[in-house]
């Protein structure tokens, strides 16, 4: 039986078989591990060697390749990605994960485990009625111009296939999410359910673990390999004809040693976003949020990875919002932990509300957590020229009390309360005193707070604060993970500057500028679906790709290094 170079035996792909291994022996001498010894190539930074003439004797000027060890498809990221792996896997290729952290799952293992699919097969044999044209439509306006409908039409023909797929060749159970609809019920093309589906196995908020669980042992199953500890550092590049950049490898960092990994199919970037990259965010988010609920993993490996090979970028102002607690989630975030949902669970609460240092209400607290994150942001063009509604404090009353770890103040009157948190405390009481008369009457006709679908199906969120003590901590504006990163076209190919695709490069997830499709949050799991679907679409593609030949070709190689 013909083995990698590491001993491990290699399974038969397409990759392999059409081409005769690649042309046999020509490549077998190229993928031994040392083989940087040949005629003085080194394995420096650089990936190529340009000699008057080889160590084989092949026509001068050909460049010499190393590699460490080769497989089919490399695939930099161990959450949403290890569906494309999958896809690729049971498609016959030999498959390699390569992953940062000592677990996989990424951010998906930390979720709720929901993905958002339109017209699934789930909501289907469950009864509900869902059909591509109001999918469509939702998800439009959803994107809020910030995706090309190619996309979108891509994610709402292929979702309800990935859905059956990843049911097919692994042992999950799908069930529709009881509690979860779209975020807009009210939008043209909206469904109250269906559309967010999940593992019937697991803890109903906690089934993130469950998911990256059956695709890992599904993947181990059908061949491929997963590496822990084992971030990807270089992807290996030749140039082609045209000028442009070939992808053919990844430079990973495995067990202390740099690894050159021939893909002989391509590669997919699954490696998460920038979440933990507070610079980047600084200077690419809408507005400033320096905690996060993501995994302390993604610090943008795979954009960075894509940009130097030169991709274009998309949605990069862009990140899926939330609210956390500040000093609870500093102090988590100070141990390389991310902050948690609570904020975002407790901010509706019926008798309390979420003020600025003016002590006025911005925003319905009601509302799904996605578009709480951008009611923060509204830039003061007077004065000191501040974000107006930053720092931002959560208000309630004793039947309402918040959990937070840190930060909590008390008081008994409201005016007291204020002086703690540096509120003017005239404005606190002025809008107190007018939320909680049109609180009575069950109303909130400044931000209309309970009128939506969404919020009603959570039950009542509208009461007033009348009951002593009063409690109070800053909230600040979080992100559960950026969803910025490379281009891509509908079938998740990554693509440069130009829009022209480079070849054997995809993307998906949150090192994509994929998003939503777009700007926006479709639903519960509106994460997760979208980054499914096109791991699932770019495996598949680079399953039946041509293989690499790299023999004979005389194309000078060039490395693109992580920054």
């Not at 460490?68 to 498809?73: F, G, K, L, S």
């Not at 019937?200 to 998911?211: R, S």
């Not at 509302?367 to 004065?383: H, M, Q």
């Not at 950026?482 to 130009?498: E, F, H, I, P, S």
Request: charged content about 20%; aromatic content about 6%; some cysteine.
């Amino acid at each position: 039986m013909r083995k990698t170079t590491d001993g491990s035996p290699v399974k038969a792909s397409k990759a392999t078989t059409r081409r005769g291994f690649l042309h046999g022996t020509a490549l077998g001498a190229l993928a031994l591990v040392g083989t940087r010894a040949l005629a003085g190539c080194d394995g420096g930074s650089s990936s190529s060697c340009d000699l008057p003439g080889d160590a084989t004797g092949d026509t001068p000027g050909t460049a010499v390749w190393s590699f460490d060890r080769e497989t089919d498809v490399v695939v930099i990221g161990s959450g949403t990605g290890l569906v494309g792996a999958l896809a690729a896997a049971s498609a016959g290729a030999r498959v390699l994960v390569l992953e940062k952290s000592a677990t996989t799952g990424g951010s998906t293992r930390l979720s709720g485990g929901v993905a958002w699919i339109p017209n699934n097969p789930v909501m289907k044999e469950a009864g509900i009625d869902d059909n591509r044209d109001d999918a469509l439509a939702y998800l439009r306006k959803v994107a809020r111009g910030q995706s090309e409908d190619a996309l979108i039409e891509a994610f709402v023909d292929k979702g309800p296939e990935m859905v059956s797929f990843v049911g097919s060749h692994t042992e999950i159970g799908w069930t529709v999410a009881a509690l979860l609809g779209d975020y807009h019920t009210e939008w043209p093309g909206a469904r109250a359910s269906g559309r967010s589906i999940g593992p019937t196995e697991g803890d109903a908020f906690n089934q993130g673990p469950v998911l990256i669980g059956v695709l890992e042992t599904a993947l181990t199953a059908a061949g491929g390999e997963v590496l822990l500890n084992a971030p990807a550092k270089k992807l290996i590049t030749r140039t082609t004809p045209a000028g442009g950049v070939e992808v053919i490898g990844v430079e990973a960092e495995i067990a202390g040693q740099r690894v050159r990994i021939r893909a002989n199919l391509g590669v997919i970037l699954a490696a998460g976003g920038f979440d933990w990259d507070l610079e980047r965010k600084r200077h690419c988010l809408r507005g400033p949020t320096e905690y996060t609920l993501g995994h302390p993993g993604n610090t943008g490996d795979g954009l960075r990875l894509a940009m130097a090979v030169g991709a274009d970028l998309r949605n990069m102002n862009e990140c899926w919002g939330g609210v956390v607690y500040v000093e609870e989630t500093a102090a988590a975030m100070a141990q390389g932990k991310p902050g948690n949902i609570n904020a975002m669970a407790q901010r509706r609460m019926p008798g309390c509300i979420t003020v600025n240092r003016y002590g006025e209400r911005f925003s319905d607290e009601g509302s799904p957590y996605d578009p709480a994150w951008l009611g923060f942001f509204r830039w003061e063009n007077w004065g000191e020229m501040k974000d107006r509604n930053l720092p931002a404090y959560f208000i309630s009353d004793k039947g309402a009390r918040p959990n937070p770890s840190l930060g909590l103040q008390k008081a008994d009157t409201l005016r007291d309360l204020a002086g703690l948190l540096g509120i003017d405390p005239d404005g606190l009481e002025a809008t107190v005193a007018a939320f909680n008369t049109a609180a009575l009457q069950g109303t909130d006709p400044v931000y209309h707070r309970g009128e939506s679908a969404y919020e009603l199906g959570y039950g009542p969120t509208l009461a007033p604060i009348t009951k002593t003590p009063f409690y109070g901590v800053q909230v600040a504006p979080a992100d559960l993970g950026t969803c910025g990163g490379a281009r891509v076209n509908k079938d998740a190919q990554v693509l440069d500057t130009d829009g022209v695709a480079i070849p054997r490069l995809y993307a998906a997830g949150n090192n994509s500028g994929l998003g939503g499709p777009g700007a926006g949050y479709g639903g519960g799991g509106g994460t997760i679906g979208p980054a499914m679907t096109f791991a699932y679409i770019a495996g598949t593609k680079l399953a039946s790709a041509d293989p690499l030949v790299l023999e004979g070709d005389g194309v000078r190689p060039v490395d693109g290094a992580v920054g």
